[in-house]
T-cell receptor
């Protein structure tokens, strides 16, 4: 059964710092991997989606990488801002399941001014 | 822009009540999903639907049922609410074909069962 782990559970950084969030998964037979952002009490917003054949995706200050063989993904945030404060969730779409996403428990990020 | 709406942001019900949570999407998406989110457990899939009147059990379907009579609407039903169903409920939709797609989420309904 696929399991997704995110480390650290919480992270606090000063504004302007570059940071890396980690995601690992136990079964490398994935279809794709997504990173989501969730603001307190709100739904999820998709940030980046990486297909299993891709190595990375970029959007603005965000860069996500995927290493399927080692079961790892990282989300790199450059020049962090207070507005980046949120919980970041990683989810994999199992290659065996129909459209099912398996989520990690998230990393809660706080960027201080 | 894709819009997924949920009928209530906050809901308080009593044990034993029948509860309906409604979700509507406006992008003609084939697939719709219901998740619950609990601290330390993350999001867990309750049910999903890949077509009108079709439904599939997710990882934690016990105590829940669903209805999809129209393509844009997916309802989650708690037949007899219990306190352990207090949670944040999130609806999502996605476009078929599978693969190069993403799930779009609604704002969530925080349900409290007293």
């Amino acid at each position: 059964k696929q399991e997704v782990t995110q480390i650290p559970a919480a992270l606090s950084v000063p504004e302007g710092e570059n940071l890396v969030l980690n995601c690992s998964f136990t079964d490398s037979a994935i279809y794709n991997l997504q990173w989501f952002r969730q603001d307190p009490g709100k739904g999820l917003t998709s940030l980046l989606l990486i297909q299993s054949s891709q190595r990375e995706q970029t959007s603005g200050r965000l860069n996500a990488s995927l290493d399927k063989s080692s079961g790892r993904s990282t989300l790199y945030i450059a020049a962090s801002q207070p507005g980046d404060s949120a919980t970041y969730l990683c989810a994999v779409k199992d290659g065996t399941g129909f459209q099912k996403l398996v989520f990690g428990t998230g990393t809660r990020l706080l960027v201080s001014p | 822009d894709v819009k997924v709406t949920q009928s209530s942001r906050y809901l308080v019900k009593r044990t034993g009540e029948k509860v309906f949570l409604e979700c509507v999407q406006d992008m003609d998406h084939e697939n719709m999903f219901w998740y619950r989110q609990d601290p330390g457990l993350g999001l867990r899939l309750i049910y999903f639907s890949y077509d009108v009147k079709m439904k599939e059990k997710g990882d934690i379907p016990e105590g829940y049922s669903v209805s999809r009579e129209k393509k844009e609407r997916f309802s989650l039903i708690l037949e007899s609410a219990s306190t352990n169903q207090t949670s944040m409920y999130l609806c999502a939709s996605s476009f078929r074909p599978g693969g190069i797609d993403t799930q779009y989420f609604g704002p969530g309904t925080r349900l409290t069962v007293l």
